[in-house]
């Protein structure tokens, strides 16, 4: 199950074999990524008890139900982004709950480990090579951008970001040399918003070890300045992460985008809103406001298109209830630091919006990794 949720986020690989492409419009059997079968047959095999979380039970109850509307009603819903962003995340999660052991735990942790150093170590060769593996992109008008194993180098950097957190707050001997290797990934995504929130980011963690923990406050230090002269040397010198500086934290050709797709708003109420809009309806509406040839980068915004604001809000309720479940035995910082960050990156782009994203499946992964565990048999 672990090599299958990390082959799930790994969209590249299906490109790179010439299993989709993502110029291609596939139906939905064809294109939902193979892995997602054979997760789910696992699931099934071993009987996986899914009415032992009622709040999991009624999350997959409201997206089948929010599924059906949809498609009854004409309004636009991509069952691959469905399938692979959200209900594949609560299967993986409920099998998961049958080997809450030390062994399974330890074996998750090893092959998360492994995938986060092969995921960084890729980018940061593609971006020495200036050439991407698995993903075909030439774009000369754009600063080069290491691509990696999962998809768009935002989702590449959302995934990375996950898995960073969870390493800083564990109990990982090399865990400031791991964060340090993430941090080299997100220069070479050079994505701004995970540059910025991880500068952030830093600051707090720093403040938050004046309190906890001494030693690991002094090696932090250590490392902040030794790993900040690295990046600043890489960024002002290699030219690494260029695009903070050559486009700025706002620019017209991507930040400005982004708020820009919200004068959809200036044009329709906001009752017109509430149920959403049928797919037929939805080039006209972005014709409309004049946003039909931008890309709608903020997944909440997709989803209010997409579903209304009716079926919005409960889904949030949902995802961050499913969020929270997973860290209910943490502190009250760790929560935050991992929710929030979570939530602030990924409502930066249309990470979750997308088919074929395994970007929930990852957390699930970096939960169960690090969590302690409730024994030490192999077996259940």
Request: proline letters at 2%.
């Amino acid at each position: 199950m672990f090599v299958s949720v990390i082959l799930l986020s790994c969209t590249n690989i299906l490109y790179a074999i010439g299993y989709i492409s993502p110029d291609e419009n596939y139906s939905f059997i064809r294109g939902l990524n193979p892995i997602v079968y054979f997760i789910f047959l696992i699931c099934f095999i071993r009987k996986c008890n899914f009415a032992s979380d009622k709040g999991n039970l009624y999350f997959l109850i409201f997206l089948l139900f929010l599924s059906s509307f949809n498609l009854i009603t004409g309004r636009n819903v991509d069952m691959k982004m469905m399938i692979t962003g959200f209900v594949c995340p609560i299967f993986v999660y409920q099998f998961f709950q049958a080997y809450k052991t030390e062994y399974y735990i330890l074996l998750a942790k090893k092959y998360l480990v492994y995938f986060y150093i092969a995921e960084c170590s890729i980018a940061i060769l593609e971006r020495i090579l200036s050439t991407t593996f698995f993903a075909d992109i030439t774009d000369a008008n754009e600063s080069f951008r290491s691509f990696a194993l999962i998809g768009h180098p935002l989702q590449n950097a959302l995934c990375v970001s996950i898995m960073m957190s969870f390493i800083l707050l564990s109990d990982l001997k090399r865990k400031f040399l791991l964060f340090g290797l993430g941090l080299l990934s997100i220069l070479c995504f050079n994505t701004r918003s995970s540059m910025l929130l991880w500068g952030m980011l830093s600051i707090v963690y720093w403040l938050f070890l004046i309190r906890r923990n001494k030693t690991e406050f002094f090696h932090f230090s250590v490392y902040i300045l030794a790993g900040g002269c690295v990046l600043l040397f890489l960024m002002f010198v290699i030219g690494w992460g260029n695009r903070l500086f050559e486009m700025g934290i706002y620019d017209e050709s991507s930040a400005a985008v982004r708020i820009k797709i919200f004068d959809i708003f200036q044009y329709y109420s906001l009752q017109d809103f509430i149920l959403g809009f049928p797919s037929k309806e939805l080039e006209f509406v972005y014709y409309n406001s004049g946003t039909d040839d931008l890309i709608i980068e903020n997944y909440w915004l997709m989803f209010i298109l997409r579903f209304g604001i009716v079926f919005t809000i409960p889904l949030f309720i949902f995802m961050i209830k499913f969020l929270l479940l997973m860290l209910k035995d943490r502190s009250v910082f760790e929560k935050l630091f991992i929710v929030v960050s979570f939530l602030l990156l990924s409502s930066t782009n249309n990470s979750l919006s997308i088919p074929n994203n395994g970007i929930l499946c990852c957390f699930v992964l970096s939960y169960f990794a690090f969590l302690k565990p409730l024994s030490t048999s192999k077996t259940r």
